[in-house]
């Protein structure tokens, strides 16, 4: 887990945006006169991505220096526990994949309510919010992603169905993230549990592959681009955006359905500086921080009306048959998924 800050902010002040509400620049005022900082719980380790974020944010909010812990979802919502239990509280805002963490952290009494300005223009699926209290805003979608220097069109071709993606054509060439990280077990709990077409036997024609095992698509993606792999699986689509940002060699596919998930945000009860919280919540529903979300973190916006694309690569498409995974599910075959998954695929290469 780490730590970070982007530098930019910070305790002088400045003009806030004229377009904000006055209920907004009313709360800029309080968190600068609080002292201007911001601390934001993660559950990502993209830091140079969250550090344009921040600076994005900061264009409107010069005022407010925000720091901010990343890991993995797991790692973030147990230091978060564990800090309150002992009578911490180092954070002010609290981002992470999914519900079953807000849920948990929520239980014990530790999530402020407070509802940002602009949720009636977000779809709020059943099993990703908790009313009053925790909203999704942004959209991860799984898929495959492919160097298309490597790969020719008619093999890029076979990752547009799930059964091309087991085709020996790609024996000893692919990588497939595992699935301990939070976010994913998403999309291979829809594989293996949801689509009955796929199922166990799939996974185990994914394994005959011999793929590469990571923990991380942080890891396995700039491998995939460097040339080490052709193909990763179990991977944000959002990784082959930001590659087409940087000019770097990487597409990324959804086959006949795209399994996504949600990522979520929340003010943290007794937090340093309450008020810059609700500052930094209000501006990632506004139409502002949706754009910025995509902009760095390439993360599907949420926001109703909000048309433009994560990306302008001539490869980009909407996903088609977007499918939310349901986190209760997810939860019930985990430990069996995480069992078979280790059992067909072995260890991870990279810990």
């Not at 730590?3 to 907004?24: K, N, R």
């Not at 978060?80 to 239980?107: H, P």
């Amino acid at each position: 887990m780490a730590a970070g800050c982007a530098g930019f902010g910070g305790g002088g002040g400045g003009e806030v945006s004229a377009d904000v509400s006055d209920t907004q620049k009313a709360l800029y005022q309080d968190a600068v006169d609080a002292g201007g900082e911001l601390s934001v719980f993660v559950g990502t380790s993209s830091n140079t991505e969250l550090d344009q974020l921040v600076e994005l944010f900061n264009e409107e909010f010069p005022g407010i220096n925000v720091s901010y812990v990343s890991g993995t979802g797991d790692e973030v919502s147990e230091r978060v526990l564990t800090e309150k239990r002992s009578g911490l509280s180092n954070a002010d805002v609290l981002l992470l994949a999914g519900m079953s963490a807000f849920e948990r952290i929520n239980d014990e009494g530790y999530i402020e309510k407070f509802t940002p300005e602009d949720v009636e223009l977000f779809t709020q699926d059943k099993s990703a919010y908790i009313p009053d209290a925790v909203y999704s805003f942004s959209d991860l979608v799984s898929g495959a992603c492919y160097n298309p220097d490597n790969v020719s069109e008619e093999e890029a071709a076979l990752l547009k169905t799930y059964e091309g993606w087991t085709d020996p054509t790609w024996k000893g060439r692919a990588a497939v993230v595992n699935v301990d990280g939070f976010g994913y077990r998403f999309a291979m709990t829809e594989w293996v549990y949801g689509d009955k077409s796929l199922g166990k036997p799939w996974l185990e024609d994914l394994a005959a592959l011999d793929p590469t095992v990571y923990n991380s698509g942080n890891v396995a993606v700039p491998q995939t681009i460097a040339g080490e792999y052709d193909v990763v699986y179990n991977v944000i689509t959002s990784y082959g955006a930001r590659a087409h940002a940087g000019g770097e060699p990487l597409e990324c596919v959804t086959a006949e359905y795209a399994p996504f998930y949600t990522f979520g945000s929340a003010l943290v009860t007794e937090a340093p500086n309450s008020a810059a919280g609700k500052v930094f919540l209000n501006w990632l529903y506004s139409e502002s921080g949706q754009s910025a979300i995509q902009e760095t973190l390439a993360w599907t916006a949420r926001r109703e009306g909000f048309d433009t694309p994560v990306s302008d690569a001539p490869w980009w498409q909407d996903s088609k048959d977007p499918r939310l995974v349901e986190e209760d599910v997810v939860e019930k075959n985990y430990d069996d998924l995480y069992q078979t998954f280790n059992d067909v695929m072995g260890a991870a290469e990279e810990k």
